[in-house]
């Protein structure tokens, strides 16, 4: 079974400054897509960014990007120029191959703190 | 971009009251959607699966008689708490992929949060 760990309950960041959030994750699978969502006090999930793992460029979204290492299965997010809106709780997910069924596993998550 | 509308967002409700949750898909067709709990500051625990015209895949430990799931169209599942009890109180999340796309995300309901008193 896939596994996806955050060793990181909690982190905080300075306004302004970049911080990174850890994810690793176990699989046996070649074909997979791996997802860091935000869900802010509202929780609502936010889809943050999105990796393909045939891919080996790291995905990048504005302030947002990943640092994909495959063979060692870690998919950090570095969030950079930080912004209070960022506050917020971020989950790593890993989903299985390309069926529309696949479902979603998330890490227990990370809750990011930005101070002014 | 593709939006998911869950419905009650708040429910509060007695003891032994039955509470039906709606979750639709508002522009695209979901034969999949995927129903989550998720208690305070915790990661979100996927329930079980939808699967429009069949029956739903439920996870280990989640009752399918206590948690009703019906898929009757491409836009919209439903999850029934029958008889809730304090202990079922907690937030409820839906999701759905829109069937056509490949590698198309998960798209979220804004969720309902369920209080039983």
């Known amino acids: 079974a896939q596994t996806v760990t955050q060793s990181q309950p909690e982190m905080s960041v300075q306004e302004a400054e970049t911080v990174t959030l850890s994810c690793t994750y176990d699989?046996?699978?070649?074909?997979?897509?791996l997802f860091w969502y935000k869900q802010p006090p509202s929780r609502q999930m936010i889809l943050v960014i999105r990796?393909?793992?045939?891919?080996?460029q790291n995905a990048t979204e504005n302030r947002f990007s990943v640092n994909f290492q495959k063979a060692a299965k870690s998919f950090s997010l570095k969030i950079s120029d930080s912004q209070l809106g960022d506050a917020a709780m971020y989950f790593c997910?890993?989903?299985?191959?390309?069926?529309?069924?696949?479902?979603?596993?998330f890490g227990e998550g990370t809750q990011l703190t930005v101070n002014p | 971009g593709a939006v998911v509308s869950q419905h009650p967002s708040r429910v509060i409700c007695k003891s032994g009251t039955s509470v039906k949750i709606e979750c639709r898909s508002l522009d695209f067709q979901a034969t999949t959607m995927f129903w989550y709990r998720q208690f305070p500051k915790k990661s979100l625990m996927l329930m079980a699966t939808?699967?429009?015209?069949?029956?739903?895949?439920?996870e280990q430990g989640v009752e399918k008689d206590k948690f009703l799931i019906n898929h009757a169209s491409l836009t919209l599942s439903t999850l029934t708490v029958t008889s809730a009890h304090p202990e079922d109180s907690s937030f409820y999340i839906c999701?759905?992929?829109?069937?056509?796309?490949?590698?198309?995300?998960?798209?979220f309901g804004d969720g309902t949060r369920l209080s039983i008193l």
């Open positions: 997910a890993y989903r299985r191959g390309r069926t529309s069924g696949s479902r979603l596993t």
């Open positions: 939808s699967n429009e015209g069949s029956k739903a895949t439920y």
């Open positions: 699989t046996s699978e070649s074909d997979y897509y």
């Open positions: 990796q393909e793992a045939y891919k080996q």
């Open positions: 999701s759905a992929r829109d069937a056509r796309q490949v590698i198309g995300s998960q798209h």
